[in-house]
């Protein structure tokens, strides 16, 4: 079984706690061979947290990391661009400053309204919410200028259980538009572990979904810990390709300079 990780966070993000260094230093000692540090740059929250800053010492570490580490361990060079359309003059231009091996899109908010995580779902139109969602995925996925789409179920990690939608059907054409937009422009869709260790306990997109990608014709998958510390890099990635597997899905995908390279499960 390979040893990779292509979702992670530094200290460099508003919420990541160690440093590029430290989280390559665990992937070592885990018997991690590929990683990708991807922090954030969330455009709905790029004057308060100062991201203009925070890319550049971002791009920084992970250089001395990687140069560190070499030998030892590869390194892609990444980030993960939230409401990338937000802002989409900004958006280019940052993805222009640096060349960046693999970029993650994410969508954690509608508009400018706050993080799925801080939103309060016994308040909202938990439909309406899901809608809007995903049709800030399909513009996304329609702009295209990303190496894979990371947790296409992002806001049902913060939905409580008592209020959770029973299925996907509502939004299977919604959906359906969208893998079929990756398919298309030979874009990864992410399998993203981070699930399995809250209280949803399953990866985003869970089961249902990933078998629906597969029998669309979906083949490029990246999967990712989403680590925010050192001691959860490589989470759940051993179970995560096994369920791969079991789907059908013989290899996922690493990038270089933005180009996939297929590992064989
Ligand atoms: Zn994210
Ligand atoms: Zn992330």
Redesign the pocket.
């Known amino acids: 079984m390979p040893q990779f990780d292509f979702?992670?966070?530094t200290d460099s993000?508003p919420d990541g706690t160690d440093s590029a260094l430290t989280m390559c230093e665990a992937a070592i000692q885990k018997g991690i061979e590929h990683i990708a540090i991807?922090d954030?740059l969330d455009f709905p929250d790029y004057e308060t947290d100062r991201y203009a800053d925070r890319v550049e010492r971002a791009w920084e570490e992970m250089n001395l990391a990687k140069k560190e580490t070499e030998g030892q361990l590869t390194v892609a060079l990444g980030i993960?661009i939230g409401s990338p359309l937000l802002m989409p003059t900004l958006t280019k231009q940052i993805l222009g400053i640096h060349s960046y091996d693999f970029v993650?899109a994410?969508l954690h908010q509608l508009g400018r309204e706050p993080d799925f995580y801080f939103v309060d779902f016994n308040k909202v139109d938990i439909l309406k919410t899901i809608d809007d969602y995903f049709d800030g995925i399909l513009d996304i996925v329609e702009w295209g200028q990303f190496s894979s789409l990371?947790?296409l179920t992002y806001p049902f990690r913060y939905i409580p259980q008592a209020l959770a939608p029973a299925d996907y059907s509502r939004w299977m054409d919604k959906i359906d538009a969208i893998m079929k937009g990756l398919i298309q422009k030979n874009l990864s869709l992410e399998i993203?572990t981070?699930g399995l260790r809250k209280k949803i306990g399953v990866t985003s997109p869970d089961l249902p979904l990933i078998k629906h990608y597969k029998e669309l014709g979906g083949e490029m998958i990246t999967i990712?810990s989403?680590a925010?510390r050192a001691t959860d890099v490589g989470a759940g990635i051993e179970e995560t390709i096994q369920l791969a597997k079991d789907v059908g899905f013989k290899y996922a995908a690493i990038y270089k300079k933005q180009k996939p390279t297929m590992l064989t499960l």
Do not use: P
Request: glycine letters at 6%; hydrophobic letters at 20%; proline letters at 0%.
């Open positions: 979702h992670m966070h993000s991807t954030h993960e993650l994410s990371a947790h993203n981070s990712g989403d925010h």
